[in-house]
């Protein structure tokens, strides 16, 4: 795929980018270095940092743009719902894997 903008420009970007990304990692390192303890109200924001990047990593690939409701019956979206059900009433990790793999392997033998 070709763009209209150069290598310089493509390079920059990236090269921002790194720099941005560096800059407020670095950030959390320096301050939480200089505080003692996290503030409780920081604490309990941050406890939702994993589940939050998780749902961005994911939610893509269960509902793409082009998604209409009859594209609902897809392979994926079975297992990923089977993974849901699994995980909201055991709360473990393996059974959810595992329901995902069972849930997505027989919606696409059998759809």
């Given at each position: 795929m070709t763009t209209g903008y150069g290598p310089?420009?493509?390079?920059?970007?990236?090269?921002?980018?790194?720099?941005?990304?560096?800059a407020i990692r670095l950030s959390f390192i320096h301050l939480f270095g200089r505080v003692d303890e996290v503030p409780s109200p920081l604490r309990r924001a941050l406890a939702y940092v994993p589940a939050a990047v998780l749902a961005a990593l994911v939610a893509p690939d269960f509902a793409p743009a082009t998604a209409t409701p009859a594209a609902l019956l897809t392979p994926e979206i079975v297992g990923g719902a089977a993974a849901v059900a699994v995980a909201w009433r055991t709360e473990d990790v393996l059974w959810t894997v595992a329901a995902g793999m069972v849930g997505l392997h027989l919606a696409r033998f059998l759809l």
């Open positions: 310089l420009s493509v390079w920059a970007v990236i090269v921002v980018g790194g720099l941005a990304t560096f």
